[in-house]
């Protein structure tokens, strides 16, 4: 059956409800509810079955999310504000996930119109003519979600709509509302509409959304038209301090029911869990497979992004994106692929000699205080440092390395590189006692994986020379680790 007033609509994706008319649609027991409506009750529901409401948002789950919730209960439209990747977008069309799956509108209608409620001229007529045997479309609600990124070029006409030339060159007159050629905020009708980086929006447009936010209607040039909307309005900003291109002008601000401010991850563990989801990179089909990418390596990458937003260099009004640590991730994985391409190693392995990689990758996300200029490539390597020694603390801390000290001492320094594969690094360090204990601290197998075997022995090696237990050089693609 069609979604009701009591269910979500549980049809796949592909297969639309049968109905064709109106009559059918009354004859299924189909309920109309406002789209507010229709958020809450599924939201309502999904608490109740104690289901995910929000996919793929991570680290929000006790700050960010419970306000949402309060403000779709609320039946508010919604403003997040927050620095350039804390998730914004993406959390705005997550909301799309709490529609019905289908839902039913006028067949042809331009502002997608309810069959039991249409707003607009050219279906109202249709329904007195027709009565039950007007045609219905059904809508997917992946197609009921629109978007627009504001740019100072962005015109009323194309949030809101403007005459249609070419429908007047047709022979009908300029007071015909079928002159009209609908924007984008009616063109969403009956769905969410988000407006990304709204204070970009000038403070003119932005007048224009003052109707659609609080009588629910628009306004066209001159006509005598009122159309009443059923939409959810969401938009984004980065904070006032900061965007320093425009603001969202008070009235606006003032209509708008929630204020929502977003963060960073607040802890480590989301912050590798946000790495893992978002790093895309697609290797189905290469010939050199999957490449390996070990818990610790994340975790220096992870460190690495929190340290560079805290650092006192960087300036903490721009922010550092979450795309920096998705960046910074795929930057190591493929250093492993270009190694086993070029040296014809069987697995793909990141290893620390592939973190230098990550700081010409990522130098361009960062903003700099004026007073470090020129000193970008030094602060982000020093920070990568620090992270790498955070992370064998946290991992190898109270670890018995003395085994690999001693194998220094003994036989001497040991060079690797971004072009030494795993096999060779370990033929050339040989048996060091104790390399077992520090493989199972890390979680790592080393007869099922040389490679990861190497990636734990270069991290110890790391951690020893940052300690000033091992001395190290570093020379154009090659480290040579050293008693």
Not at 56 to 64: L, N, R, S
Not at 140 to 164: C, M, N, Y
Not at 267 to 274: G, I, V
Not at 285 to 302: F, K, N, R, W, Y
Request: with cysteine; glycine share 8%.
């Amino acid at each position: 059956m069609p979604p009701t007033a009591t269910s979500p609509a549980t049809a796949p994706a592909d297969t639309a409800p049968p109905y064709a008319t109106v009559g059918e649609l009354r004859r299924s027991g189909h309920v109309h509810r406002t789209v507010r409506t229709e958020l809450r009750d599924n939201l309502v529901a999904l608490m109740k079955g104690d289901t995910p409401r929000f996919p793929g948002i991570v680290g929000f789950d006790e700050t960010v999310l419970p306000q949402v919730e309060r403000a779709i209960l609320a039946g508010h439209d919604i403003v997040f504000l927050g620095e350039r990747g804390q998730g914004k977008t993406r959390l705005i069309r997550t909301l799309v996930s709490l529609l019905d799956e289908w839902s039913p509108a006028v067949a042809g209608c331009e502002i997608n119109d309810h069959p039991y409620a249409p707003v607009c001229g050219r279906c109202r007529a249709l329904a007195a003519q027709l009565g039950d045997e007007l045609p219905i479309g059904w809508r997917h609600r992946s197609d009921r979600f629109g978007e627009k990124l504001a740019t100072p070029d962005t015109s009323v006409g194309d949030l809101i709509g403007d005459v249609d030339p070419v429908k007047v060159a047709e022979g009908r007159t300029l007071g015909d509302p079928e002159t009209v050629h609908y924007g984008l905020v009616p063109r969403t009708n009956r769905g969410i509409f988000s407006v990304n980086e709204l204070p970009d929006l000038a403070e003119r447009i932005q007048v224009s959304l003052l109707n659609v936010l609080e009588e629910r209607d628009i306004q066209v040039r001159g006509y005598l038209l009122r159309l009443p909307l059923d939409l959810l309005l969401v938009a984004s900003a980065n904070p006032e301090d900061y965007t320093n291109r425009g603001r969202i002008i008070t009235p606006l601000k003032d209509r708008f029911g929630a204020e929502v401010r977003t963060h960073y991850p607040l802890q480590l563990a989301d912050e590798l869990a946000l790495i893992r989801q978002e790093s895309v990179i697609s290797w189905a089909g290469s010939p050199l497979g999957t490449p390996e990418l070990a818990d610790h390596l994340l975790e220096i990458v992870a460190r690495f992004t929190r340290l560079v937003r805290d650092a006192p260099q960087v300036d903490q009004r721009s922010g550092v994106s979450a795309r920096l640590a998705v960046a910074a991730a795929e930057t190591v994985a493929a250093s492993a692929v270009r190694r086993a391409a070029l040296t014809g190693e069987e697995t793909p392995t990141a290893r620390v000699v592939d973190l230098a990689a990550i700081v010409p990758a990522v130098r361009g996300k960062v903003e700099f205080d004026q007073l470090e200029e020129g000193r970008e490539d030094e602060v982000l390597a020093l920070l990568l440092r620090r992270a790498i020694a955070e992370t064998f603390r946290a991992r190898l801390a109270g670890a018995d390395l003395t085994g690999l000290q001693n194998r220094f001492d003994a036989d001497g320094p040991v060079e690797t590189g971004d072009m030494v594969p795993a096999a060779e690094l370990l033929r050339r360090v040989g048996p060091v006692p104790g390399l077992a204990a520090i493989l199972n601290r890390l979680g790592v197998d080393g007869a099922e994986s040389p490679g990861l075997a190497a990636a734990a022995l270069e991290l110890a090696m790391e951690g020893l020379h940052l300690n000033r237990r091992l001395a190290k050089e570093e020379l154009p693609g090659r480290t040579v680790y050293g008693s």
